[in-house]
């Protein structure tokens, strides 16, 4: 005879630990109910989303998340570029030794806040076109140059530049394979670029944009808090109330389970 059934040891199914999770999260919440938008489902393969009135009929006495997420950490009222990096960017060390790099070789500043910034796409966003999204974030606050280089290095990255020592990335062929092309568009942009009056700014980028990560290196966001005041214009009113083309990209970074 075999080991007896045991129903209550059976490990549980993907969709009922997704359940489990859902339920969680639900809790914590409190009164309110987070949605997620179409694009999260998105990023699991599920071109979905969340249905409100079949939501809303599951749970009567809630209402459905409008402002700050519990879960997420608290913003300030006014928030900063800082407050942003502190709560909202997922990883920093990448963006903080890149910039170390640069200050360390003597770039200029808006060359070290442009290796500071250039993934904040990523780090915060979206991974896709994440040199387009940074540089729409920040495009209102830094000077074109700093905003035209983030934008770019999504392009040069892709092209070696032996003027300055700059390589196809090693890693590129280890993470999209020895074969991958870039698309035509991202072709089409480092041809744009070649001869752009800022091109060298976006090439430095490329240049201080290490991966070869010290986890020993000592790298501290205090050590760029000057040259962000010098060169961020930090609106009065915080990020996402200051009315330029990029506030409703910090607003939903800072509240992204709204419902709408
Ligand atoms: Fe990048
Ligand atoms: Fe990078």
Redesign the pocket.
Known sequence: MGPPMNEHAKPLTLSERADELEERMMHELGERIATKSTLFNIADGKVEMPNGPALKAANPDKYFLMGADPRLPKMPAKPTLIDFFNNRFASLNHLLQSATHALKGGHSEKVVLACLL??I??ASFIRAD??YWGAQMIEPYVDEEVSWAVRT??AL?FFPDPSVGYEYPEMYIKYFGADYKPEPYIVREYERARNHKYYMTSRL?CVN?IYSFDPDAKVNLDDFVDIIGRNFKQPKEGLGFDNTPSSHMWRTLMWPTRFL
Do not use: A, E, K, T
């Open positions: 250039h993934d796409g990523v994440h040199g290095h999504q990255r980028i944009d």
